[in-house]
């Protein structure tokens, strides 16, 4: 079952333009990884952040947390036309056993 | 290094076979782990091995069955398809020094006719 729901479930920009997904989940947790995934591809770890964590950051990727509210967000910056993909947040507690959100579909516009 | 390698890649298969998905984690990774992904309930957990026993089983019929070799290499057995059995299937790995940050395969497609 998914752990939660990612909002916008798709999003359109314009190449250097930022875009920011978020993604809320039901239960506690260890530890919050974001995923790309292109279309038919396999998934692409970005960046994990602890539940101690409130923010991360990897290059043009920017991750927050919030644990009282159970959501986190992803920021990309300037974004580039090879960002278009899905995203995905992914939750673990205790057990090596991610539990996704339902994605978001990135498309930015050259 | 090699990342998480799966094969085949794609396949079709006829209601009522059975089918064999093959992974090889990265070098080094104990933790090997299968999802299955579909439209309709996107992302989900199916098993977990690490050195060659389950440790998380997921919502799944007993169809679905795993194992893991002494080398970690892992694979998956669907039996008596069913078309919803259509989908992408995943295998990930992790490391026992940073089991958190789990790396995926590109994935195998089945479709199920």
């Known amino acids: 079952s998914q752990q939660g729901e990612e909002d916008p479930q798709a999003l359109s920009i314009q190449e250097g333009e930022n875009a920011t997904m978020n993604c809320s989940y039901k239960t506690s947790i260890n530890n919050l990884q974001w995923y790309r995934q292109n279309s038919g591809r396999g998934l692409v770890h970005l960046i994990l952040?602890?539940?101690?964590?409130r923010e991360k950051h990897s290059g043009r990727l920017r991750v927050t947390l919030d644990t009282s509210k159970k959501s986190s967000s992803l920021l990309i910056t300037a974004s580039r036309a090879a960002d278009t993909a899905s995203y995905f947040c992914a939750t673990s507690g205790s057990a090596r056993q991610l539990t996704f959100g339902s994605g978001t579909q990135l498309t930015v516009l050259p | 290094k090699a990342g998480v390698t799966q094969t085949p890649r794609y396949l079709i298969k006829t209601r009522g076979q059975q089918v064999t998905l093959s992974c090889s984690p990265i070098s080094g990774h104990r933790s090997v782990s299968w999802y299955q992904q579909t439209p309709g309930q996107g992302l989900q957990f199916l098993f977990e091995y690490f050195s060659e026993t389950q440790r998380n089983k997921g919502n799944f019929p007993g169809r679905f069955s795993g194992r893991q070799f002494s080398n970690s290499r892992s694979e998956m057995n669907v039996s008596t398809l069913e078309l919803g059995d259509s989908a992408l299937y995943l295998c990930?790995?992790?490391?026992?020094?940073?089991?958190?940050?789990?790396?995926f395969g590109e994935g195998s497609w089945l479709t199920v006719v």
């Open positions: 990930a790995s992790s490391s026992d020094r940073d089991g958190n940050t789990i790396y």
């Open positions: 952040i602890r539940s101690n964590e």
